[in-house]
């Protein structure tokens, strides 16, 4: 199996880097909906915080994989 290239590499780990961004960003704006004293309803609230928490389950997947991009190529 050929290796890749270094520049290549990078690209791909920070294609990664950006979509885990990505899911911070989500991750962020639904713990802020969450927390919006204007939310007056706790189903919406707690709605909104099970989805922030599955955005930060996605970073951190992607931070894994990252991991292996990182180590593997």
Do not use: C, W
């Not at 294609?15 to 706790?42: N, Q």
């Not at 707690?46 to 599955?54: L, R």
């Not at 389950?57 to 992607?62: K, M, P, T």
């Amino acid at each position: 199996m050929a290796k890749i290239k270094q520049q290549d590499k990078d690209k791909i780990i920070g294609e990664f880097e950006t979509m885990k961004s990505f899911e911070a960003s989500a991750r962020d704006l639904y713990v802020r909906i969450s927390s919006d004293p204007g939310v007056e309803d706790e189903r919406i609230k707690n709605t909104f915080k099970i989805i922030a928490k599955d955005e930060q389950r996605h970073a951190e997947i992607v931070q894994k994989i990252i991991n292996i991009v990182s180590n593997a190529l």
